[in-house]
Antibody, heavy 114, light 107 residues
Framework: EVQLVQSGAEVKKPGESLKISCKGS????????IAWVRQVPGKGLEWMGI????????KYSPSFQGQVTISADKSISSAYLQWSSLKASDTAMYYC???????WGQGTTVTVSS | DIQMTQSPSSLSASVGDRVTITCRAS??????LGWYQQKPGKAPKRLIY???SLQSGVPSRFSGSGSGTEFTLTISSLQPEDLATYYC?????????FGQGTKLEIK
């Protein structure tokens, strides 16, 4: 079965760092672009960026460029979304998905609060 | 960036109604568009790909049409389980962009 499984919910303080993960199975992970999507509570879906695990080629939405880092480790079929200094406004649900969004992870809730 | 303007932002319809949701792209995107359904508390699910192709396992009451800049998602006979928010996504040009969403309520 083709699936993406994300890491668990996180509660962090402003200024802390965080790296969440998305592990693929049932397909050749290195050959599929993997995207990240943000959903602020009560709001719509926002496309953040995408990575090709085979060579780590990465594209960012201008809205998220410089705010997050997308990376991948093809040897363990995993993609990552990372923050160096979280803000309260980063509180959201984060999804990974294949490029054309036919397969989605279950989502990771990130809560940033002092 | 390509802007995707989705309308309406919300709509209320009765079981059995025909429902249409529209997405307009700020520039031509060929047929590089998908439609997604998100039920409360769940991850989105793809309904339509390549503007008009039905995802395997999706009921045939869902259909998509359009090319270039104007696209529609149609539900031919609304069912109670169709309560959800629907989004379009263009994947023609980076950054990929979603429409703002249409919240569908059942009367």
């Amino acid at each position: 079965e083709v699936q993406l499984v994300q890491s668990g919910a996180e509660v962090k303080k402003p200024g802390e760092s965080l790296k969440i993960s998305c592990k693929g199975s049932g397909f050749t992970f290195a050959t599929y672009w993997i995207a990240w999507v943000r959903q602020v509570p009560g709001k719509g879906l926002e496309w953040m960026g995408i990575i090709y695990p085979g060579d780590s080629d990465t594209k960012y939405s201008p809205s998220f460029q410089g705010q997050v880092t997308i990376s991948a480790d093809k040897s363990i079929s995993s993609a990552y979304l990372q923050w160096s200094s979280l803000k309260a406004s980063d509180t959201a649900m984060y999804y990974c998905a294949t490029a054309l969004m036919d397969v989605w992870g279950q989502g990771t809730t990130v809560t940033v609060s002092s | 960036d390509i802007q995707m303007t989705q309308s309406p932002s919300s709509l209320s319809a009765s079981v059995g109604d025909r429902v249409t949701i529209t997405c307009r792209a700020s520039q031509g995107i060929r047929n590089d568009l998908g439609w997604y359904q998100q039920k409360p508390g769940k991850a989105p699910k793809r309904l339509i790909y390549a503007a008009s192709s039905l995802q395997s396992g999706v009921p045939s009451r869902f259909s998509g049409s359009g090319s270039g800049t104007e696209f529609t998602l149609t539900i031919s006979s609304l069912q109670p389980e169709d309560l959800a928010t629907y989004y379009c996504l263009q994947h023609n040009t980076y950054p990929h962009t979603f429409g703002q969403g249409t919240k569908l309520e059942i009367k």
